[in-house]
């Protein structure tokens, strides 16, 4: 009876696991939980359409009768020696090949374990920003009369006058607690000072964490600050904070409440209350689209109360352009800005704003995030309001852009063809499978309810999952990709923020089929955690666990 298993040990080993998406040393926890989370996709009771029910029903017999056999201690143990015949075969005859599941997963679990405590010790999670403020007023509000007493007094004098540089790295101490080491040093005018915060986060569960900082500086002396995040419903989280700073003056508490409500799928609603040196009541409305992202804000408080809007639009093309404008008014006067941002690399964001107001005059500022640094150049130009400043503020910036994107930048993108996966969009899936398309239908409904939980809280967004084979040569152009969208699938099985592939073919998933049999696939993601987006591109049978610090895009330099 040997002889015919062995031949379907393969193909036949990981079916019920890839269906159910549980790892193969799954605990009956994982797997009642797994179970019962597709129950509740696919039970025919929830769907009214013939078509959908029908394949409801079949989807559902299927995890049924997965679950029946991976909780069951003996047939699991068949199962994952013989396959699926190793169950149709009587039981006395295999009884003797049996193993018990300590057996077959004690040394899976010490590895895994070991593997584990070593990522933990290599995650880390540097962030950067180095901001340099130049004074190059002389260009514009020059006197003739006191240049032609200077030596050489022909050129504009141009100075750097401030200078803000600050870096944090975190260390992962368990699962849930994280420690943040971050410091910063300014100097303006020849003034300067620094600090440094020591910050503990532990997440308490999947409705909230907290934070306690410890600081110290220079200027303002030692900080104790506490900080508390909590889902208080699907659609509505709030935020506490407050802080101690021991200043030379004194004890300054302060303190803040804020929270947020959906208002719908793309709208959020804000409302804070800031006690302390400067206190507020700030209320705001943000909308973000595919194509734009609103804001409006309002704020009363001491020293400073304004209203302030802003419109940014997305164009979609390949470089994610936006262009953006906002006014500002309050008690300190008026700003206008406007501006443009676009990807000028795969790592590298460009951006450009105009800052008009009075009576602060025209500064043009220059932003490059690279990796998880952050570059700012904020020039200022004129106190006053000059025609010829707004002029060069917006032509100049344009000019240089566009002979250093055709000079410099597409010449190096060029020259690297690996690039080309994740720089040029996907065609649209070349084949077709009659019953995906009713599973994804299946899953609408829960994948709508998950990313409203996930949004609620910053979590996990599958923004766009692919999955076959893809072709990045682009010498090979007469061969299309064979590929499929999985973005609701994947959605769907994201569970407390996490999403977990066992090492089993993804073909087995539900939602899931094989549109290149017998080659090569590989499955592709780009997802959004924490505000921040990651892409990853993992091979069909290797494991992945998303999210994850090293699929970050900014986590390359």
Same mark, same amino acid.
């Given at each position: 009876?040997?002889?015919?298993?062995?031949?379907?040990?393969?193909?036949?080993?990981?079916?019920?696991?890839?269906?159910? &998406?549980?790892?193969?040393?799954?605990?009956?926890?994982?797997?009642?939980?797994?179970?019962?989370?597709?129950? *509740?996709?696919?039970?025919?009771?929830?769907?009214?359409?013939?078509?959908?029910?029908?394949? !409801?029903?079949?989807?559902?017999?299927?995890?049924?009768?997965?679950?029946?056999?991976?909780?069951?201690?003996?047939?699991?143990?068949?199962?994952? @020696?013989?396959?699926?015949?190793?169950?149709?075969?009587?039981?006395?005859?295999?009884?003797?090949?049996?193993?018990?599941?300590?057996? @077959? $997963?004690?040394?899976?679990?010490?590895?895994?374990?070991?593997?584990?405590? $070593?990522?933990?010790?290599?995650?880390?999670?540097?962030?950067?920003?180095?901001?340099?403020?130049?004074?190059?007023?002389?260009?514009?509000?020059?006197?003739?009369?006191?240049?032609?007493?200077?030596?050489?007094?022909?050129?504009?004098? @141009?100075?750097?006058?401030?200078?803000?540089?600050? /870096?944090?790295?975190?260390?992962?101490?368990?699962?849930?607690?994280?420690?943040?080491?971050?410091?910063?040093?300014?100097?303006?005018?020849?003034?300067?000072?620094?600090?440094? &915060?020591?910050?503990?986060?532990?997440?308490?569960?999947?409705?909230?964490?907290?934070?306690?900082?410890?600081? #110290?500086?220079?200027?303002?002396?030692?900080?104790?600050?506490?900080?508390?995040?909590?889902?208080?419903?699907?659609?509505?989280? *709030?935020?506490?904070?407050?802080? %101690?700073?021991?200043?030379?003056?004194?004890?300054?508490?302060?303190?803040?409440?804020?929270?947020?409500?959906?208002?719908?799928?793309?709208? *959020?609603?804000?409302?804070?209350?800031?006690?302390?040196?400067?206190? !507020?009541?700030?209320?705001?409305?943000?909308?973000?689209?595919?194509?734009?992202?609103?804001?409006?804000?309002?704020?009363?408080?001491?020293?400073?109360?304004?209203?302030?809007?802003?419109?940014?639009?997305?164009?979609?093309?390949?470089?994610?352009?936006?262009?953006?404008?906002?006014?500002?008014?309050?008690?300190?006067?008026?700003?206008?800005?406007?501006?443009?941002?676009?990807?000028?690399?795969?790592?590298? @964001?460009? +951006?450009?704003?105009?800052?008009?107001?009075?009576?602060?005059?025209?500064?043009?500022?220059?932003?490059?995030?690279?990796?998880?640094?952050?570059?700012?150049?904020?020039?200022?130009?004129?106190?006053?309001?000059?025609? +010829?400043?707004?002029?060069? !503020?917006?032509?100049?910036?344009?000019?240089?852009?566009? #002979?250093?994107?055709?000079?410099?930048?597409?010449?190096?993108?060029?020259?690297?063809?690996?690039? #080309?996966?994740?720089?040029?969009? %996907?065609?649209?899936?070349?084949?077709?499978?009659?019953?995906?398309?009713?599973?994804?239908? %299946? *899953?609408?409904?829960?994948?709508?309810?998950?990313?409203?939980?996930?949004?609620?809280?910053?979590?996990?967004?599958?923004?766009?999952?692919?999955?076959?084979?893809?072709?990045?040569?682009?010498?090979?152009?007469?061969?299309? !990709?064979?590929?499929?969208?999985?973005?609701?699938?994947?959605?769907?099985?994201?569970?407390?923020?996490?999403?977990?592939?066992?090492?089993?073919?993804?073909?087995?998933?539900?939602?899931?089929?094989?549109?290149?049999?017998?080659?090569?696939?590989?499955?592709?993601?780009?997802? /959004?955690?924490?505000?921040?987006?990651?892409?990853?591109?993992?091979?069909?049978?290797?494991?992945? $666990?998303?999210?994850?610090?090293?699929?970050?895009?900014?986590?390359?330099?």
């Amino acid at each position: 009876m040997a002889a015919p298993l062995d031949d379907d040990i393969e193909s036949n080993n990981q079916d019920y696991y890839s269906l159910l &998406n549980v790892r193969k040393e799954a605990t009956a926890e994982e797997l009642k939980a797994s179970y019962r989370r597709l129950c *509740m996709l696919y039970h025919p009771d929830k769907h009214r359409d013939p078509e959908l029910k029908r394949q !409801a029903e079949q989807l559902f017999n299927q995890v049924h009768q997965a679950y029946e056999v991976l909780s069951d201690a003996h047939s699991r143990a068949i199962y994952d @020696i013989f396959g699926k015949k190793g169950l149709e075969v009587e039981g006395w005859e295999v009884v003797e090949r049996k193993r018990t599941p300590a057996e @077959i $997963r004690e040394e899976y679990e010490r590895l895994q374990r070991e593997r584990e405590e $070593r990522r933990l010790q290599q995650r880390t999670n540097p962030k950067g920003t180095i901001s340099v403020g130049v004074d190059a007023t002389d260009l514009f509000d020059r006197y003739d009369e006191d240049f032609e007493e200077m030596p050489g007094g022909g050129f504009p004098h @141009i100075e750097i006058n401030k200078m803000h540089i600050s /870096q944090s790295i975190e260390a992962p101490l368990t699962n849930s607690d994280t420690a943040v080491l971050s410091g910063s040093l300014s100097t303006h005018n020849g003034n300067g000072g620094g600090n440094i &915060n020591m910050t503990v986060r532990r997440v308490m569960s999947a409705k909230g964490w907290g934070e306690v900082e410890f600081g #110290a500086g220079d200027i303002l002396g030692p900080l104790i600050g506490l900080k508390v995040f909590r889902n208080v419903t699907p659609r509505c989280f *709030m935020t506490a904070q407050c802080g %101690l700073q021991f200043s030379p003056r004194g004890l300054r508490p302060s303190c803040s409440l804020m929270t947020a409500r959906h208002l719908d799928q793309n709208t *959020m609603g804000y409302l804070q209350w800031r006690w302390g040196p400067n206190s !507020a009541m700030t209320t705001s409305l943000v909308r973000d689209t595919k194509s734009s992202h609103f804001t409006l804000a309002l704020q009363l408080g001491v020293p400073h109360s304004y209203l302030m809007m802003s419109y940014q639009y997305k164009f979609q093309d390949e470089d994610q352009t936006k262009v953006k404008g906002s006014v500002k008014t309050g008690w300190f006067g008026t700003v206008v800005e406007y501006g443009a941002e676009r990807k000028i690399s795969r790592h590298s @964001i460009l +951006s450009a704003t105009v800052s008009i107001g009075v009576p602060q005059g025209v500064t043009l500022k220059i932003k490059l995030a690279r990796a998880n640094q952050t570059y700012l150049f904020p020039v200022h130009l004129t106190d006053q309001l000059l025609p +010829s400043a707004v002029f060069y !503020a917006t032509v100049g910036p344009l000019l240089v852009y566009m #002979a250093v994107h055709r000079l410099i930048v597409i010449p190096s993108l060029q020259s690297y063809p690996d690039f #080309a996966l994740f720089l040029t969009p %996907l065609s649209p899936p070349a084949f077709f499978s009659p019953s995906a398309p009713l599973q994804v239908l %299946l *899953m609408q409904e829960s994948v709508r309810r998950i990313i409203e939980a996930e949004e609620s809280k910053m979590g996990l967004i599958i923004l766009n999952a692919w999955y076959g084979k893809f072709v990045s040569d682009t010498s090979q152009k007469q061969e299309k !990709a064979k590929v499929i969208d999985v973005t609701v699938p994947l959605q769907c099985l994201v569970k407390d923020s996490k999403l977990i592939l066992t090492e089993a073919s993804k073909s087995g998933l539900p939602g899931f089929y094989d549109p290149c049999v017998g080659e090569e696939k590989s499955l592709k993601l780009l997802y /959004q955690f924490r505000g921040v987006l990651h892409q990853v591109i993992s091979a069909d049978t290797e494991s992945l $666990r998303i999210p994850k610090q090293s699929h970050r895009i900014e986590s390359e330099s």
